[in-house]
């Protein structure tokens, strides 16, 4: 079994790396270049493609597991060829086949939006409209969450802003080499490990799909890791959120036999760090003021930099930051009752309150310390590069856009 699991990682991966490859060649034939600016860290047009790349390393994996589960089931080869502990879930992989096709084709919709951005920078009202039509249409073919309550509406409604919170939380994310990529290959790899071992039974339709992503962004990131040779792009970010959400609304967190409801906050532990970029982004830009959806550097990974770390120091301390709380996930099967879990949250949330006061103090200690330095009189300086090449994301993807909002 520990055999099965390590091959869905290595095949995504494989793949992924192979089309991230193909595409630093086929991007600029397909006009999916970033090109170098002011406020961007490359110096040379970069491809886009990495998306595509990256959807490839899990559904052509997916594609033939299905078809090999089909001719499983029909006797088109022996039962013995397939691993005893996998045979008795091929009923319930058939079962769910649909909606797991369901969820590929959103993510097709959503990789389509992000590859046309891509390449014309869209406005970000189509492209929300876009996003909340692909988060109804999945609630309506029973992707949803019940969240135990009665009432199923209310379900349905933070299942659809679920989706699309968390599909431009991987947007907003997308801002330095590798660290889009990373987060999501630690939060797929922390809900698969959930998947597999927070429950009674192992549940592999949802935890398959995970390891695909995981090795699937592992691949890409052996191009995109600093300097990076390739970009995901709005196309790969806006997917990985997608594909994420989707993942921890199918995937069963509660199993009586195992533990009791206050599992159900893995997922928000598990993707602490995105949350907290998302939300954090938000306000700041709300209390200075300006739209939410105004292009700006006051993204976690900018604050760190702040701090005066450098690019890759802050990437991997984000990195560091996502595992601890997708371990506190984790933590959270090992403890008995609310009152433990919530001691749980509440370290994962002192951890990100005290990265908070630091990123504070470090902005005012850097405004301070710039008006001392030109005087009263002086101009405002202008914004220091920070080496991100994608700066500001707002939904869906911002771009320096005057007419954004």
Not at 34 to 59: C, E, F, N, S, W
Not at 139 to 144: D, K, L, M, P, Q
């Amino acid at each position: 079994m520990l055999l099965l699991i390590a091959g869905c990682a290595a095949l995504g991966l494989a793949v992924s790396a192979g089309l991230t490859a193909l595409m630093r060649r086929l991007a600029p034939r397909l006009g999916l270049i970033d090109q170098p600016a002011a406020r961007k860290v490359h110096a040379v047009p970069t491809p886009l493609g990495g998306g595509l790349a990256i959807a490839g390393g899990v559904v052509a994996p997916l594609a033939a597991a299905q078809l090999a589960v089909w001719a499983a089931s029909h006797g088109k080869f022996p039962a013995s060829w397939i691993p005893p502990d996998l045979a008795e879930h091929l009923a319930g992989v058939t079962f769910r086949s649909g909606q797991l096709w369901t969820i590929v084709a959103a993510g097709a919709v959503i990789l389509i939006l992000g590859l046309i951005d891509d390449r014309r920078a869209l406005r970000w009202q189509p492209k929300l409209f876009v996003q909340f039509a692909v988060a109804v249409a999945l609630v309506t073919a029973g992707i949803r969450a019940t969240l135990f309550v009665e009432a199923p509406w209310i379900g349905w409604i933070a299942t659809v802003l679920w989706i699309v919170v968390l599909t431009n939380a991987f947007n907003f994310l997308d801002n330095m080499d590798g660290l889009a990529g990373g987060i999501g290959m630690i939060a797929a790899s922390m809900f698969a490990a959930i998947m597999l071992t927070g429950t009674s039974e192992p549940h592999w339709f949802v935890a398959g799909f995970l390891l695909l992503i995981a090795g699937s962004l592992g691949g890409f990131l052996f191009h995109n890791w600093s300097p990076a040779k390739i970009f995901m792009g709005d196309a790969g970010s806006c997917l990985v959120g997608m594909w994420l959400a989707c993942m921890t609304v199918v995937g069963t967190f509660y199993d009586y036999r195992r533990a009791g409801t206050h599992v159900i906050l893995a997922p928000l532990c598990v993707l602490a760090v995105p949350l907290y970029d998302f939300c954090s982004v938000v306000l700041i830009r709300l209390s200075q003021g300006r739209s939410p959806f105004h292009a700006d550097k006051c993204h976690f990974s900018h604050r760190l930099v702040e701090l005066g770390m450098t690019r890759k120091q802050a990437v991997l301390t984000i990195h560091l930051v996502t595992l601890t709380t997708g371990l506190a996930g984790l933590l959270l099967y090992q403890v008995g009752g609310w009152p433990a879990a919530l001691l749980v949250v509440l370290l994962v949330v002192c951890m990100l309150a005290v990265i908070a006061i630091l990123e504070t103090a470090g902005r005012l200690h850097s405004s301070n310390a710039g008006a001392a330095a030109t005087g009263p009189a002086s101009p405002s300086p202008a914004p220091r590069d920070d080496g991100t090449h994608r700066q500001g994301l707002a939904p869906a993807g911002e771009r320096e856009d005057p007419d954004a909002a």
